[in-house]
């Protein structure tokens, strides 16, 4: 075809709220408003990053513009601030633009990556890449990769190598880096070629209290669970106490204190039931439920809840 020929079947408009229905990003961005509760500022950051990557596509068929834009980025917050889900949504969603051919996204943290001794970290990072090529790759706690004060670490290496791919397959690979806001700054000073190909920075605030009590009946309603009226004030109180407490973990601190509500529920029933029950009194978690917790006395105790991701910041309350 000449350039003629390809110039003239460019369109000479775009209906952008018809790109828009059509691509399936409306679908993905309800889908991001229903599965989590607040995030009003991470949400309008993903809406305005999905408006830019709509007017980009409208450029590209005009032939405006040539390049893909860098579309690594970095979510920085504290643990439980849905980082990990939005991800997922933005995997959809650079899926559904066309720019990542796949949409599925592969989290690691520093062991997928970095070796414990000489000629192991290249293998093991090509092949997680390699893994995520097509879609999008979600790094948490990335500051961990960066280990100055050993001299005989092997993340340094993983480094490059990730440096190198972000730069030359960002028509095939999006890198999301997650983690603390302060440790996240520190790590990007210590490393400007990342800084350099991050173009979006997304700050995940903390829930309020009223949010975590939303979630906590969400995260229950999807188990056929509910609080009932006395349990819900407990609750309330348990996650106001314990946003004052060390290590508090946001969503995932909540979803911790329904495990074990869930666990001394069916305890309770299972000792004090005289006879058949039905199920309501199977589905309802009450107060004392959850005034057993330790939380209320103020104790601590390590946390084993927790998938074993977070040894070295593993003190939790004994509740959760």
Do not use: W
Not at 70 to 75: A, D, E, R
Not at 139 to 145: H, Q, S, T
Not at 168 to 176: A, E, G, H, T
Not at 268 to 286: C, E, V, Y
């Amino acid at each position: 075809m000449t350039e003629d020929t390809d110039t003239a079947a460019r369109p000479t408009h775009v209906d952008l709220a018809q790109s828009f229905e059509e691509s399936g990003v409306k679908d993905v961005l309800r889908e991001l408003d229903d599965s989590l509760v607040g995030l009003e500022p991470v949400k309008s950051r993903i809406r305005e990053t999905a408006a830019l990557l709509l007017v980009d596509k409208a450029r590209r068929r005009m032939g405006l513009a040539t390049e893909t834009p860098t579309l690594h980025m970095s979510f920085t917050g504290n643990p439980g601030t849905g980082k990990t889900t939005v991800a997922l949504k933005m995997a959809d969603l650079l899926h559904r633009l066309g720019y990542v051919r796949k949409g599925h996204l592969v989290t690691v943290t520093r062991d997928d990556l970095v070796g414990q001794y000489i000629g192991h970290t290249a293998p093991k990072t090509k092949e997680v890449l390699k893994k995520a090529m097509g879609g999008v790759l979600f790094i948490d706690e990335a500051y961990y990769l960066y280990r100055p004060e050993n001299e005989r670490d092997y993340g340094q290496e993983a480094i490059e190598i990730l440096l190198q791919v972000m730069e030359n397959n960002r028509d095939d690979l999006v890198v999301i880096l997650a983690g603390y806001a302060d440790r996240m700054d520190r790590f990007f000073a210590s490393n400007p070629g990342f800084r350099s190909r991050i173009a979006h920075h997304i700050e995940f605030p903390d829930y309020s209290g009223p949010e975590l009590l939303h979630i906590a009946e969400q995260m229950l309603a999807a188990q056929n669970y509910r609080l009932d009226d006395d349990a819900r004030g407990a609750m309330a109180e348990y996650i106001a106490a314990r946003r004052r407490q060390p290590h508090f973990a946001n969503a995932r601190s909540v979803r911790n204190a329904l495990d074990r509500a869930r666990l001394r529920q069916a305890n309770r029933l299972f000792n004090q039931a005289k006879g058949p029950l039905d199920a309501d009194t199977l589905s309802t978690i009450t107060e004392p439920d959850l005034r057993a917790s330790r939380v209320f006395g103020g104790g601590l105790a390590v946390d084993r809840l927790d998938g074993g991701r977070r040894t070295g910041q593993a003190i939790q309350q004994a509740a959760e």
